[in-house]
């Protein structure tokens, strides 16, 4: 099956403590990204990548770092997590960075940072 | 990107036609329109999206206005499952800027039984 998985799904942690969220999709798109969402706030972007060893600032990505190694694979960082931090994480993908293609989500991965 | 506007909100009955509207009045040519919906502790779920004409897939139907300033997602018969956050989003079709999807507000969907 077609999917974008997240891990972990919930997480409290303290702050300082740093973190990976990983995501990793099967089928093989070239495109990946994070966003995080908060209440009134929307969707916010923090990384892309538009192919492995090419990644991007999105428009929140103060805080964070992301790597892409592998294609299948965008793990997200927190190297020192803050309170701000807190949010819901969801990595996407779709099949060329260019192209209207659909993007495919993750079930997003709960980050409570204390 | 142009920015689209959505109602907040909007009730259906179970079983009967949903209509959510979109405006998108300042839409460029190159814009296309794209529709998600999020279902409670899910992530965005692509829905359809389309240029000019009409479209239909499994899951809705997509209409747009001759002009392109205006769309609206059909749902042709609303299922509880059905009730979640629609989104409305525009993108170009072109590469770099990081090609995200800039969620708005969207409208909550509530289908009562």
């Known amino acids: 099956e077609a999917q974008v998985t997240q891990n972990p799904r919930y997480l409290i942690t303290v702050t300082g403590k740093k973190l990976t969220v990983t995501c990793s999709q099967n089928m093989n798109h070239e495109y990946m990204s994070w966003y995080r969402q908060d209440p009134g706030l929307g969707l916010r972007q923090i990384y892309y990548?538009?192919?492995?060893?090419?990644?991007d600032k999105g428009d929140v990505p103060e805080g964070y770092k992301v790597s892409r190694k592998e294609k299948r694979n965008f793990p997200l960082i927190l190297e020192s997590p803050s309170p701000n931090q807190t949010s819901l994480y969801f990595c996407?993908?779709?099949?060329?960075?260019?192209?209207?293609?659909?993007?495919?989500f993750g079930d997003g991965t709960r980050l409570s940072i204390l | 990107d142009a920015k689209t506007t959505q109602p907040n909100s909007m009730e259906s009955n179970e079983e009967e036609p949903v209509h959510l509207p979109c405006n998108h009045s300042t839409i460029s040519g190159t814009d296309y329109i794209h529709w998600y919906r999020q279902l409670p502790s899910q992530g965005p779920e692509y829905v359809i999206h389309g240029l000019t004409s009409n479209v239909n897939n499994r899951m809705a139907s997509l209409a747009i206005a001759e002009d392109r300033k205006s769309s609206t997602l059909i749902l042709h018969r609303a299922t509880l499952r059905d009730a979640a956050v629609y989104y409305c989003i525009l993108r170009a079709s072109r590469r770099g800027a990081g090609n995200m999807l800039t969620f708005g507000g969207g409208t909550r969907l509530m289908v009562k039984p």
């Open positions: 990548s538009m192919n492995v060893e090419v990644t």
């Open positions: 996407a993908s779709r099949r060329e960075a260019g192209g209207v293609q659909p993007q495919h």
